[in-house]
Nanobody
Framework: QVQLVESGGGLVQAGSSLRLSCVASGRTDGWYVRGWFRQAPGKEREFVAALDWSGRISYADAVEGRFTISRGSAKSTVSLQMNLLKPEDTAVYYC??????????????????WGQGTQVTVSS
């Protein structure tokens, strides 16, 4: 079992920055893929970014160049630095984790564990 806890959400103005963190506990040793997804009101949850154990990174087109996913100093932590935030970035952001290797990191169904989410609100 893996437990995920997100933090760092909040209310900011357009153009601002936020840094989200996802701390994992439990069986997190070895290979993993850690992803960030978001769900805006009335919309389906969508992929934002993902990072695997080898360092390979993927981004959604909507956030490429503005968001950066990275590993923290603690192996259990993955962060999402969000710059130049836009009102359309408003959503609940979820951290997800899987220990499986052969997955498509953009697909929600390939992740086994999910955090509770953290709200990000960007005002215009």
């Amino acid at each position: 079992q893996v437990q995920l806890v997100e933090s760092g959400g909040g209310l900011v103005q357009a153009g601002s920055s936020l840094r989200l963190s996802c701390v994992a506990s439990g069986r997190t040793d070895g290979w993993y893929v850690r992803g960030w997804f978001r769900q805006a009101p009335g919309k389906e949850r969508e992929f934002v970014a993902a990072l695997d154990w080898s360092g390979r990174i993927s981004y959604a087109d909507a956030v490429e160049g503005r968001f950066t996913i990275s590993r923290g100093s603690a192996k259990s932590t993955v962060s999402l630095q969000m710059n130049l935030l836009k009102p359309e970035d408003t959503a609940v952001y979820y951290c997800a984790h899987t220990g499986r290797r052969s997955i498509v990191p953009t697909q929600q169904r390939d992740y086994d564990y999910w955090g509770q989410g953290t709200q990000v609100t960007v005002s215009s």
